[in-house]
């Protein structure tokens, strides 16, 4: 079978602390988050092209917007039980998958970013 992948990413900048680091509370700080998708698609349309680049990049964009310059900690969906990377993936995934396949992508995976150096990837296929 072929499936045709497509990229977006984005950056962002936000605060977080760990509620719990090594057994303790972190100090709140900032990071430069990056987030990015892979959405499949199993198929191209009359244009030739599987999904719109602008659309898809359109989706992540608006998932991200509420998170710019705040504090993942207030985010009741994120902060609990701690803002990690890996918890900003699973929401950004919950949020991102039924909007994807609204316009005929499969979410893939979600890699987030905490600083230049550190990745994490969910993998939902």
């Given amino acids: 079978m072929r499936r045709w992948v497509i990229h977006s990413r984005v950056a962002f900048d936000a605060r977080h602390a760990l509620t719990s680091y ?38 992540l964009e608006s998932a991200v917007e509420p998170l710019r310059g705040s504090d993942l900690n207030l985010h009741p969906e994120i902060g609990v039980p701690t803002p990690s990377a890996e918890r900003l993936a699973e929401v950004m995934a919950a949020d991102l998958e039924p909007r994807l396949a609204a316009i005929g992508g499969a979410l893939l995976t979600v890699s987030v970013w905490e600083g230049p150096g550190n990745r994490v990837d969910l993998c939902l296929q």
Avoid at 25 to 44: K, M, P, Q, T, Y
């Fill in 22 to 59: 090594r057994g303790q509370a972190e100090e709140s700080h900032r990071h430069r988050w990056e987030i990015a998708i892979r959405v499949g698609a199993d198929s191209l349309n009359d244009e030739g092209f599987a999904l719109d680049f602008h659309e898809i990049h359109g989706v």
